[in-house]
């Protein structure tokens, strides 16, 4: 293990090393000078947790256990009641979020498979926010999940924009804990002390390392740094150390049977878990240790107060591998999980802190959504923002200058599994559209979200004019891809 660890270190030098040579001036985008020089220019750090509801954190009303490293956070910061995830699942998701386009315009708009590792790429022509973020003087590193380009594809991490990138390429293999590989920048990684059924590298305390070594190493530099974790995604699995604090505290516990052995073991299916209460709490633990380490890596730094952080989660909460987010009311007064268009799905927690600038202990009920975050970076870094982007910076709200804030006219999801979906939240009201394959005819579900956060009544047969409005919406909102059609549904499921 320590031979391991002392040559994952060495190359992760290498790489980090690497990226910050011919860090000069920083260039600007109109010939303006940049609102920040390189020693004001903030430090962002955009934290991703995958598949956790809106109601799993004690600052969004989680009853059955604590998150005291984020709900600090909430409390140095401001928490968004109504912010929106790219889509329903992960790769689509993190697209929306990387482009600043939602899922009628991004390039990737559903999960698909390329074997024997990764998921379809989004093409190189793509200007990512890395990329826009690299334009602007900042180092960058992404940690965790990636799921938007096989290895050695344009879609690479390290081809979107990204100098360093450490942790799992594709989200299939993402499933598992203790895999027997990892991937540092283009390097495959071999985790020798996970061969057969060993368990001596648990991924997300590794990966969290190279998070914390990436921090250090890139004090004295502007930094971009996107934590894409993979907690608290099935499979469900977490230390013994962990395990054993909350074994015997949420019953009735339940059981999972999952796969313990063949050829597919550690390939994607789930591992079997007897304790899935206890284990989901254990890596909700660990998710928030690890947020409370990012913060105080940056006190310790002396850079706390020059950094930004972001903490959100890619999808609403998922049923998979044993998870029970109905006994740990998972997705709040929402209705739906993961791979729905309800709220339950898609709406996320946000929270952000910026020391100096955002008022501490604030409440924002601003609707934005994940491709806004491009936009608000951009603003943040003095970039020129591309036409192309459907997002609107929250900069504004941020700042506590609301009546500055630009709203958006609609928010808008598709869906390309489950027979086909769609949905529209525009003002108050909220449009859903199941079965698109099936029939462009299928009927809209009409909610209004100010008298109905949990979806129970729907008004289509009352309000036939604004029916009529959200069908021409969902209509115009996309353009046509030839990968991810709305004609069929053959789409290899990734959950």
Known sequence: MRQFSYLVSFLFMISVLSSCKNKGEIPTTSGEE?????????????????????????????????TPNIDKLAREGMLFTQHYSGST??????SALLTGMHTGHTFVRGNKE?????????????????????????????????????????GDPINQGFDTFFGYNCQRLGHNYYPRHLWANKDSLVLEENSGKNKGVYAPQLIHEKTLDFI????????????????????????????????????????????????EYRKGPYESQKETHAAFVSMIHILDNQVGEIMAKLEKLGI???????????????????????????????????????????????????????????????????????????????????????????????????KDQEEHEYLYWEFHEKGGRQAIRKGNWKAVKYNVFGSSD???????????LGEENNLAKDYPKVVEEMKNILEEARTPSEVFTFDQGTYLNVK
Request: some cysteine; overall charge negative.
């Open 89 to 94: 699942v992960c790769a689509p998701s993190r």
């Open 114 to 154: 390329i074997q024997p590792e990764g998921q379809y790429p989004i093409p190189d022509n793509t200007f990512t926010m890395a990329e826009a973020m690299k334009k602007a003087g900042y180092v960058t590193g992404a940690f965790g999940k990636w799921g938007l380009g096989y290895p050695g594809s344009e």
């Open 442 to 452: 299928s009927p809209i579900e009409l909610y209004d979200l100010d008298t109905d």
């Open 34 to 66: 940049p609102t920040f020089n390189k020693v004001d220019k903030p430090n962002i750090i955009y934290i991703l947790a995958d598949d956790l509801g809106y109601g799993d954190l004690s600052a969004y009303g989680q009853q059955k256990f604590t």
């Open 216 to 263: 250090e190493f890139n004090k004295d530099n502007p930094f971009f740094l996107y934590v894409a974790s993979i907690i608290p995604h099935a499979e469900l699995a977490a230390p013994e150390e962990i395990l054993k604090k909350y074994r015997g505290k949420f019953p009735p516990e339940k059981a999972y049977k999952g796969v313990d052995d063949g050829p």
């Open 304 to 402: 706390a107060d020059n950094t930004i952080v972001m903490f959100t989660s890619d999808n609403g909460p998922h049923m998979e591998g044993g998870a029970d987010p109905e006994y740990f009311n998972s997705n709040g007064p929402f209705k739906g999980t993961k791979r729905d268009l309800y709220e339950g799905g898609i709406r996320v927690p946000l929270i952000v802190k910026w020391p100096g600038q955002i008022k501490p202990n604030t409440r924002t009920d601003h609707v934005s959504a994940f491709w806004d975050v491009f936009p608000t970076i951009s603003n943040i870094a003095n970039l020129e923002v591309p036409q192309s982007l459907d997002g609107v910076s929250f900069l504004p709200t941020l700042l506590g200058k609301e």
